[in-house]
């Protein structure tokens, strides 16, 4: 409360761009992953779905993309916005 950010957060966690950590805390002076980035925009744009997108097998680290991650990640590579090089 009383931060200069703190609207902004109620107001993304309130249209589900940004949840927070798993615990609902958030970070707002924290750095922000490539992960977490890629997710906000995604859930920004409405949280678009694929189906059968095998995208992330390009990635030599897909196996290290959070769960939460893969939906924005393959959304993300499918509409280039990310590159698996």
Do not use: C, K
């Given at each position: 409360?009383?931060?200069?950010?703190?609207?902004a957060?109620?107001?993304?966690?309130?249209?589900?761009i940004?949840?927070?950590?798993?615990?609902?805390?958030?970070?707002?002076?924290?750095?922000?992953?490539?992960?977490?980035?890629?997710?906000?925009?995604?859930?920004?744009?409405?949280?678009?779905?694929?189906?059968?997108?095998?995208?992330?097998?390009?990635?030599?680290?897909?196996?290290e993309i959070?769960?939460?991650?893969?939906?924005?990640?393959?959304?993300?590579?499918?509409?280039?916005?990310?590159?698996?090089?």
């Open positions: 409360e009383g931060a200069e950010y703190a609207e957060i109620r107001w993304a966690a309130s249209e589900r940004a949840g927070g950590y798993g615990d609902g805390t958030f970070g707002p002076e924290d750095a922000v992953s490539l992960e977490q980035m890629v997710t906000i925009f995604w859930h920004y744009m409405g949280s678009p779905m694929l189906m059968d997108y095998p995208g992330l097998t390009e990635f030599d680290d897909a196996g959070s769960h939460f991650a893969q939906p924005a990640f393959a959304w993300a590579h499918q509409n280039g916005f990310i590159s698996a090089q």
